[in-house]
């Protein structure tokens, strides 16, 4: 697989989400392709389409199983309670060399429960749970856990935050980092390695709190970076 760094395929599993259908419509207005994938290979295609529409960008739809095969860097997107059994439907299209962005939270809905908790995970945390079921070869980054996806498919919508990537492999966050920045006002922060993603995920309920209280659609910003690239 190869991808043009100007108009790069992005495929987004569980892409008819809420955060997933953000990105893509995000993505897409880029010039990006983006391959829509979810559980039904028809409700892809109608999502994809509509994004299309919308956008004007190059979106298509498919099961998430084709979908993976379609790009170098794939993009998980479904909820935590679906979180398991779609990497186990991915364990023959996923291979050796693909980045695999996990972007999910255990948020405690899985089991019934509050949007502003999150349930224990053996691993430790959503992405090294990925970790372990992805086939041997495919690097998992952690990434876009703080971000709105009701602000992300929202046209008026100004982002202005910082978005931290977890990953044991430099290059790999570099190569992610390179896609979360097409996307206006998000910049892409080194948070260090995968076993960071225990904290970053846990951001999420405390974003949802805050944002039921202010009706609003908050994110993060760190201070004080210096200037620089912290992925090279």
């Known amino acids: 697989m190869s991808e043009s760094e100007s108009s ?20 897409a207005s880029t010039g990006a392709k983006v391959v829509i994938g979810s559980r039904d290979a028809a409700r892809a295609a109608e999502s994809a ?15 998430n199983e084709e979908a993976a095969r379609q790009g170098d860097v794939v993009f998980l997107c479904v909820p935590f309670a679906s979180h398991s059994a779609t990497l186990v ?4 299209s996923l291979t050796e060399g693909q980045i695999l962005v996990d972007c999910t939270v255990p948020l ?20 090294e749970q990925a970790q372990e079921m992805a086939p041997e070869g495919v690097t998992v ?7 709105s996806a009701a602000g992300l498919s929202d046209p008026d919508w100004v982002a202005d ?39 970053v995920e846990q951001l ?17 910003q760190f201070t004080g970076l210096p200037e620089g690239d912290p992925f090279s």
């Open 89 to 92: 439907s991915l364990k023959e």
């Open 49 to 63: 389409a509509a994004i299309a529409a919308e956008t004007g960008g190059d979106v298509v739809g498919m099961a």
């Open 161 to 199: 935050e910082d978005v931290p990537v977890c990953g044991d492999r430099k290059k790999d966050k570099a190569r992610v980092a390179e896609l979360i920045s097409r996307i206006d006002g998000l910049r892409p922060v080194n948070a260090g390695r995968l076993e960071m993603s225990r904290i």
């Open 204 to 220: 999420t309920p405390l974003l949802i709190s805050i944002n039921i209280r202010y009706k609003t659609h908050s994110g993060i």
């Open 141 to 147: 980054i952690s990434a876009l856990h703080t971000i």
């Open 8 to 27: 790069p395929t992005i495929p987004i599993i569980g892409g008819t989400g809420a955060l997933g259908s953000g990105l893509a419509r995000r993505w």
């Open 108 to 127: 405690a809905t899985a089991v019934g429960g509050s949007p502003t908790r999150v349930v224990g995970v053996w691993q430790g945390s959503a992405a």
